[in-house]
């Protein structure tokens, strides 16, 4: 099946950039969408942003709009998280999704996630 590994996490001040990277292995989504949820403890999963894997069509929650770019890499089938402008309220683990749908913020939509990778913002 589909398996998805992220990395790129760390703790960062408010205002540093991070890069967060998705690696996808197994079998290939064709006509598919993949997404970046973030979650705090004791909270909702939030949808924050998603791209299209072939058209490159993207999405993004407004609480991040501006301030993050998400990309993918087809040869490595690497989908990426650009964060600048980090906020303390970033803070979260970030899991990555893959779904075979073009419906981009509906977490049922995605079949597969990966483990998470920590972001932390400290003031």
């Known amino acids: 099946q589909v398996q998805l590994v992220e990395s790129g996490g760390g703790l960062v001040q408010a205002g540093a950039s991070l890069r967060l990277s998705c690696a996808v292995s197994?079998?290939?989504?064709?006509?598919?969408?993949m997404g970046w949820f973030r979650q705090d403890p004791g909270k909702e999963r939030r949808f924050v942003a998603a791209?299209?894997?072939?058209?490159?069509?993207?999405d993004y929650a407004d609480s991040v709009s501006g301030r993050f770019t998400i990309s993918r890499d087809n040869a490595k089938n690497t989908v990426y998280l650009q964060m600048d402008s980090l906020k303390p309220e970033d803070t979260a683990v970030y899991y990555c999704?893959?779904?075979?749908?073009?419906?981009?913020?509906?977490?049922?939509?995605?079949?597969?996630w990966g483990q998470g990778t920590q972001v932390s913002v400290s003031s």
């Open positions: 197994g079998r290939t989504f064709s006509r598919s969408t």
């Open positions: 791209i299209t894997w072939t058209s490159g069509r993207t």
């Open positions: 999704a893959a779904g075979s749908s073009f419906i981009t913020r509906t977490e049922a939509q995605y079949a597969y």
